[in-house]
Nanobody, 126 residues
Framework: VQLQASGGGLVQAGDSLRLSCATS????????MSWFRQGPGKERDVLAS????????SYADSVKGRFTISRDNARTTVNLEMNSLEPEDTAVYYC????????????????????WGQGTLVTVSS
């Protein structure tokens, strides 16, 4: 499974940014996907998850109300719209595919994922 994450960059506090994770149509149609992030010296934490159908989503408390995960069926991408960014959001952001097809986990951990994108850096300046 190949994942290509993009969209990171340097923004100011309060700005918005949109991350995208591209994958194959086969993967896109069968697997739930999530976005994680890992800040300097921190563990990799799940931010948002979306089921393979797009009907179910879940968010970490730290981003609920600010971040939105969605699927673009035409482009076979899973996107993360990030609003009201804060310096604490600075991290490398990763997309990942759940190991098992046709499964959705509302609170997954990194061990539940078999494939990871390369990571995209988001830096939020104050």
């Amino acid at each position: 499974v190949q994942l290509q994450a993009s969209g990171g960059g340097l923004v100011q506090a309060g700005d918005s940014l949109r991350l995208s994770c591209a994958t194959s149509r086969e993967t896109f149609s069968k697997y739930s996907m999530s976005w994680f992030r890992q800040g300097p010296g921190k563990e990799r934490d799940v931010l948002a998850s979306i089921s393979w159908t797009g009907r179910r989503t879940s968010y970490a408390d730290s981003v609920k109300g600010r971040f939105t995960i969605s699927r673009d069926n035409a482009r076979t991408t899973v996107n993360l719209e990030m609003n009201s960014l804060e310096p604490e959001d600075t991290a490398v952001y990763y997309c990942a595919v759940l190991t098992a097809p046709y499964v959705y986990l509302g609170a997954p951990t990194p061990n539940d994922f078999g494939s990871w994108g390369q990571g995209t850096l988001v830096t939020v300046s104050s």
